[in-house]
Antibody, heavy 123, light 108 residues
Framework: EVQLVESGGDLVQPGGSLRLSCAAS????????MHWVRQAPGKGLVWLSR????????YYADSVKGRFTISRDNAKNTLYLHMNSLRAEDTAVYYC????????????????WGQGTLVTVSS | EIVLTQSPGTLSLSPGERATLSCRAS???????LAWYQQNPGQAPRLLIY???SRATGIPDRFSGSGSGTDFTLTITRLEPEDFAIYHC?????????FGQGTKVEIK
């Protein structure tokens, strides 16, 4: 069974940093691209970042470019999101999601999602 | 970036009724690379439809997707109690990937 479990969410002050983790199991993690997506309270989903299977290629939404860094450790089956210079508007539930790269041959839809981890940025 | 606009914002229906949800794109979605997700409160999104009209594994056939270009539709033929949720569309044909703002299907 495919499982994605996020962790690391916390209350952090504006300007602070946080690292989110996403532990993957039930599939060959190193074969899949991964996304981070967030959802502010009562709002819609917003795509943040993508990483390819070996971590050599990354892509970011303009809203987080230069502040957030996506990375992965395939030996540990874990995806990360390093977040710096956090702002109040970064308050959201953060989801990791698997990209069904095998269907599209590249960028594709998200076939599995984690349950999310809550990040609150407030003084 | 492609902006997706979902309508209506909220749909109030009774169990057994038909639901029709719209997702309109600001420009043509490449290869009909459009997906629909269902989300219940406090839960993760679940993939329903991909490539505009293909049902994901395990999704009941009362869910169907249609459309191409800039206009897409999710139809639920007979609403079951578990179908009352929020539905999101997503385009994955162009970067950055974008989502609509969601349509809430609530019990009337």
């Amino acid at each position: 069974e495919v499982q994605l479990v996020e962790s690391g969410g916390d209350l952090v002050q504006p300007g602070g940093s946080l690292r989110l983790s996403c532990a993957a199991s039930g599939f060959s993690f190193s074969s899949y691209w991964m996304h981070w997506v967030r959802q502010a309270p009562g709002k819609g989903l917003v795509w943040l970042s993508r990483i390819n299977s070996d971590g050599s290629s990354t892509y970011y939404a303009d809203s987080v470019k230069g502040r957030f860094t996506i990375s992965r450790d395939n030996a540990k089956n874990t995806l990360y999101l390093h977040m710096n210079s956090l702002r109040a508007e970064d308050t959201a539930v953060y989801y990791c999601a698997r990209v069904n790269v095998w269907h599209c041959g590249g960028d594709c839809y998200n076939d599995y999602w984690g349950q999310g981890t809550l990040v609150t940025v407030s003084s | 970036e492609i902006v997706l606009t979902q309508s209506p914002g909220t749909l109030s229906l009774s169990p057994g009724e038909r639901a029709t949800l719209s997702c309109r794109a600001s420009q043509s979605v490449s290869s009909s690379f459009l997906a629909w997700y269902q989300q219940n409160p406090g839960q993760a999104p679940r993939l329903l439809i991909y490539d505009a009209s293909s049902r994901a594994t395990g999704i009941p056939d009362r869910f169907s997707g249609s459309g191409s270009g800039t206009d897409f539709t999710l139809t639920i033929t007979r609403l079951e109690p578990e179908d009352f949720a929020i539905y999101h569309c997503q385009q994955y044909g162009n970067t950055p990937w974008t989502f609509g703002q969601g349509t809430k299907v609530e019990i009337k």
